[in-house]
């Protein structure tokens, strides 16, 4: 049996897509070479990869039955994987998970509190969140950000004036929140 350092869980959308998809499978193969076992918890694995997943890293797929129904977008993927991320979260009980992208920034503190667990919770957040909320889908997330971010145990950032808009956005102190710069190096660069 192997001896690992941490159990972290990495959480995402899906395994296609842009950046933030790419960022956290480049974490979860950095966290695993380094020795720690690493799960990569997909709300929805339909779609194939982006870029292979190292055989050291875990994949964990919530599909919940609401992401087969053509008709629900990814909104309703994310809150139907809510139940199903609380008996991840309880079953493996991981040292700590990491979540991106705005739909799994919110459910991940609402499964966390549901799990009734001590799994840390770290927030990162790759974009700006002081667009003018200009319709009602846009204010109900502003609400949403400034009701579960401060349930996060860290916030990270990749730059210092975005740090200070999630501060001024979300009403947390400026010491809440980190600013880890995130460089993606592939192959191909």
């Given amino acids: 049996m192997t001896a690992y350092r941490r159990h972290l869980a990495l959480f995402i959308l899906g395994l296609s897509g842009g950046g933030a998809q790419r960022r ?3 974490l979860a193969h950095a966290f695993a070479a380094r020795g720690h076992k690493v799960d990569l ?9 982006r870029q292979e997943i190292s055989p050291l890293v875990r994949l964990v797929a919530l599909d919940p039955w609401w992401t087969r129904v053509p008709w629900v977008k990814k909104g309703g993927w994310a809150l139907a994987s809510i139940p199903a991320l609380a008996r991840y979260l309880r ?4 040292s700590a998970l990491l979540s991106c992208c705005h739909l799994i920034n919110v459910i ?5 509190a549901l799990a009734h667990v001590r799994t ?5 957040i790759g974009t700006h969140l002081s667009r ?15 009701l579960f971010y401060p349930w996060a145990d860290a916030i990270v950032t990749n730059s210092q004036e975005l740090a200070s808009d999630v501060a ?3 009403g947390l102190p400026p010491d809440r929140i980190a600013m880890i710069y995130g460089p993606v190096v592939t192959p191909e660069l």
């Fill in 168 to 170: 001024r956005v979300t």
């Fill in 24 to 26: 956290m499978m480049t």
């Fill in 108 to 112: 991940a503190p609402w499964a966390r």
């Fill in 91 to 94: 079953r493996e009980r991981p």
């Fill in 132 to 146: 003018p909320a200009v319709n009602i889908q846009k204010r109900f997330e502003l609400w949403q950000m400034r």
């Fill in 41 to 49: 918890v997909v709300v929805r694995s339909h779609n194939p990869p």
């Fill in 120 to 124: 840390k919770l770290v927030i990162r």
